[in-house]
């Protein structure tokens, strides 16, 4: 829970009290590789920060083979549908955890509660919005105004300890190619 904290004093002091309030409304939340953190129709009851695991967001297919990644979510960092959450309707993607996975979650009842009774409440929430926001902004400028070689090299420029744990075929579903593509990318680049 202290990777929380720092996370958040990295931008902003906040108060033994009013951390004491937020950390009492977290809840710790585990699930197994390939378990579903939240399923299409199902609405986000949740924001929440991983403390250890990857996740990834996905819009699944009956085929498992033509499920498409669009999105991945690290340790120490927030993770939502976020959409679902801030209007409490169903989700229209789908949250997986990709290796076993360790988060902290606040419910959106609670949240509120953070933002009504702390100084920093509001700021929390803007970070954590903050952040979701620039991932979905960045992903969709890179399927803008890159090429899907330069999508794989900057995923595993940024990420190169972890990307060893994410299966080749949700690389290629991210980077918008096939998983023959993907290997004629990496044997290019090698």
Not at 59 to 74: Q, Y
Not at 152 to 178: C, H, M, Q, W
Request: glycine share 4%; charged share 30%.
């Amino acid at each position: 829970m202290i990777e929380i904290r720092d996370y958040i004093e990295s931008t902003v002091s906040i108060s033994d009290a009013d951390w004491t309030l937020f950390a009492s409304k977290l809840k710790t939340r585990t699930f197994k590789k390939k378990e579903r953190i939240l399923n299409v129709g199902e609405t986000e009851h949740y924001i929440s920060f991983i403390g250890s695991g990857i996740a990834r967001f996905l819009i699944p297919h009956e085929d498992e083979e033509k499920d498409v990644t669009f999105g991945f979510c690290f340790e120490n960092e927030f993770i939502s549908a976020y959409d679902s959450f801030l209007t409490q309707a169903p989700s229209l993607y789908a949250l997986e955890a990709l290796t076993d996975l360790s988060i902290w979650s606040v419910s959106y009842k609670d949240l509120q509660e953070v933002y009504k009774k702390t100084e920093v409440g509001n700021l929390i929430g803007r970070l954590s919005s903050e952040r979701l926001f620039l991932i979905k902004s960045k992903r969709e400028q890179s399927l803008l105004n890159e090429t899907a070689e330069q999508r794989y090299i900057n995923l595993f420029t940024e990420r190169p300890k972890l990307i060893k744990d994410i299966p080749l075929k949700y690389i290629a579903s991210y980077i918008g190619v096939t998983a023959q593509a993907l290997s004629r990318i990496r044997k290019r680049i090698s």
